[in-house]
């Protein structure tokens, strides 16, 4: 089919009448079909709850997502034929790119309600060109018959495919001939013998195990399981951090432990020395502090078999002032359990039950008695224990997981899954978790589903989120010359396009998360790019108004007039980067304001050569102009005053002396003396005048 043409899924759901049906779940069926059809279509961002819109590259594509989705969700949800058709009216149209949305869009239109239920409909562009659409021979045979209102009822047939199973191996850890061991769950040993007390809390694989892809990681447990025994004396050895992170078979191995941690020695050990009252902070372990003795070493004992040690041990600490009563209690039922002393063992649980104080204290041995009467197949009493957890806190993953293992167990298996589906979403582990756990065998294919749809729709998130995160990066590189790109930025994004090609559930989940932080610091480097860029504007318009007001004021324009050009070339500059910080801005646009910015910032540069010139242009004419007018005015008083000195001399000194009276009156002595204040006096005295003022202003 042409790339310029969509295949369009629209489905109208009529929500009251879905309500009658499936009551308050209707809600979560919609949501539940809204990501199954994401997993190969893409959401229309207008579709709404009662107009769902999806596109597709094939119409064949289209229609098998929507009927395998629709037969999963009716078992998920417990539909039953007499309920009649769920409320859903279907229509699949041909849409051409860049057309205006039609009828079908619009759910208001008259012609949704000529529609039967759950009966898929085509356009008339949709059915012509249909042929062409084919994905491959023979994956979908389909009729045409003609519905009135220009549509076409559409009649599909859907060859079945044998269903591939992604996780073949979890029945393995219950092929032995034993009762289910309460720290681990397999049936190839006695709970005196399990693997799973030597771990500790720092050896743990469930955590990484999830970055293995799943074909590899099947593999790996299916090897782990035949290979037990050499993995059980590696574990009684010791392990080290450093092992399981270089042992990707270690770590499928320890993570189908880690699935019933909370029920294992190890847990107890940490539960007991953990200083923080909260369940949530168990894990950490700086807030481990081991303040008890005889409580260590008889954890100790028991994890190596000691049983008669451990329980001398066990009572020292229940009789000891201040001592922890409660988690030596629940060693001593750990040791009946390995003893096989089933009696002992429910007292000690119930015993420990009514010595519970704290809100983890209560979690945690209502978690212990849930596991133990469910090993006795008293799921009643199972449930029940459950109950006392949910007082506490109703959103604890670890008693509402096992409540789905209760559930599946007990004929429960669509509600359980429901539950499981937001279990995934909410706790990476815990999809590891039901792909391994022998529990849920009973309900391993729909499972099985489940995760596979959760996979994929992770796999979309965090490729969209990537892609996103490419064009945002490629952008980038525009912005920047070479030597100033963010190369950290680039290489981050280097990595997630690794991680995304290995294809692990938690490689998927870290893609989708750390491509939105990449794109958030992409935001973040652009609007500090931006702001920037506007201070480097402010600053060069700054720069040009101090010289417009500079040449405005300036008296002799006519000795510079390429000053005046400059500033003029430097202002249409300045108009035109302002224009385009206006519009929209990426990546070429930003280099070609820079561009304009490094000419203007060449204009400024250059008139402050100009303008130091015509400073001093200025300081000259205007201190000739001030001397001009000095010299003057001092000459004409000089001379003023020589004229009015000489008689008045003359006539003051009388006949007292003739000689002076006679230099007095020399007509040459008089020219001389006029002649010295006129080119020496004056000038030295309008100089001085001259030099005083300019000084002051």
Request: glycine share 6%.
């Amino acid at each position: 089919m042409a790339a310029e043409f969509t295949t369009v899924l629209v489905l109208h759901a009529l929500n009251y009448q879905g309500q009658n049906i499936l009551g308050e779940n209707w809600a979560d069926f919609l949501l539940d079909l809204r990501q199954g059809l994401a997993v190969k279509g893409k959401e229309d961002p207008a579709s709404t709850e009662s107009l769902l819109l999806f596109s597709f590259a094939q119409p064949d594509v289209a229609c098998i997502a929507l009927l395998e989705n629709l037969a999963r969700l009716k078992k998920v949800y417990e539909w039953k034929e007499n309920f009649g058709p769920l409320p859903l009216h279907i229509v699949l149209h041909l849409e051409k790119e860049g057309e205006p949305p039609g009828s079908v869009h619009d759910p208001a239109a008259i012609f949704w309600d000529l529609l039967h239920y759950e009966q898929p409909y085509a356009t008339p562009s949709l059915k012509q060109q249909w042929p062409e659409g084919q994905a491959g021979e023979n994956s979908l045979s389909h009729t045409f018959a003609e519905a009135g209102n220009g549509l076409y009822l559409l009649s599909l047939s859907i060859p079945e495919v044998p269903r591939v199973e992604i996780f073949p191996h979890r029945a393995l850890p219950l092929a032995g001939s034993f009762s289910p061991c309460f720290y681990c769950g397999m049936t190839t040993h006695r709970p005196a013998d399990c693997p799973g007390k030597m771990l500790t809390m720092a050896t743990q694989g469930i955590s990484l195990a999830g970055y293995l892809p799943l074909e590899k990681l099947s593999e790996l447990f299916g090897k782990a399981m035949s290979a037990q025994e050499k993995l059980a004396n590696t574990m009684a050895s010791g392990l080290t951090v450093s092992q399981v992170r270089q042992s990707p078979i270690l770590q499928v191995y320890l993570a189908y432990f880690d699935l019933n941690l909370v029920y294992q020695p190890r847990f107890l050990w940490n539960i007991a020395f953990n200083s923080s009252s909260k369940w949530e902070e168990l894990t950490k372990p700086d807030m481990v502090s081991v303040d008890s003795h005889s409580l260590h070493l008889g954890l100790d004992c028991l994890r190596v078999g000691q049983h008669a040690q451990a329980e001398d041990l066990f009572v020292e600490e229940s009789r000891r002032p201040k001592g922890k009563q409660f988690y030596a209690t629940i060693g001593r039922a750990f040791i009946a359990l390995e003893l096989e002393r089933d009696n002992d063992l429910e007292h000690f649980l119930e015993h420990a039950a009514i010595m519970a104080n704290s809100d983890k204290e209560k979690i945690y041995i209502a978690l212990l008695q849930s596991r133990y009467y469910a090993l006795r197949k008293d799921h009643w009493k199972a449930g029940h224990a459950l109950d006392t957890v949910f007082s506490v806190r109703r959103d604890l993953s670890e008693a509402l997981y096992r409540q789905v293992q209760l559930m599946v167990q007990g004929d429960m298996s669509e509600k359980s899954l429901r539950q499981l589906r937001a279990l995934v979403v909410d706790r990476k582990e815990l999809f590891i978790a039901a792909l391994m756990d022998p529990q849920l065998l009973a309900v391993a294919g729909p499972v099985e589903d489940l995760l596979s749809v959760r996979l994929q729709v992770q796999r979309q998130e965090a490729e969209e989120n990537l892609v996103k995160a490419q064009e945002v990066c490629q952008d980038l590189q525009t912005w920047f010359a070479e030597e100033a790109s963010p190369a950290t930025l680039f290489a981050d994004l280097s990595g997630l396009e690794t991680q995304f090609a290995q294809g692990s559930y938690y490689d998927l989940l870290e893609v989708a998360h750390k491509a939105q932080a990449l794109l958030r610091a992409c935001y973040r480097l652009q609007e500090n790019t931006l702001d920037a860029m506007q201070a480097d504007i402010a600053g060069m318009t700054a720069t040009w108004d101090s010289f417009r007001r500079y040449w405005q004021e300036y008296p002799y324009q006519s000795f510079f007039v390429n000053f005046q050009e400059i500033l003029e070339n430097g202002r249409q500059k300045l108009n035109e980067i302002e224009g385009l910080a206006k519009q929209n801005m990426h990546g070429h646009l930003y280099q070609t304001i820079q561009e304009r910015l490094v000419q203007v910032r060449e204009s400024c540069d250059a008139l402050k050569p100009l303008a130091a010139r015509m400073a001093w242009v200025r300081i000259v004419c205007d201190g000739a102009k001030l001397f001009g007018r000095k010299l003057l005015i001092t000459e004409i008083a000089l001379l003023g005053l020589g004229a009015l000195l000489f008689p008045l001399l003359a006539f003051w000194l009388g006949g007292d002396s003739g000689g002076m009276i006679e230099l007095l009156t020399n007509s040459w002595l008089q020219r001389q003396a006029l002649l010295i204040v006129t080119l020496f006096v004056a000038p030295l005295f309008a100089l001085a005048q001259t030099l005083w003022e300019m000084m002051d202003t």
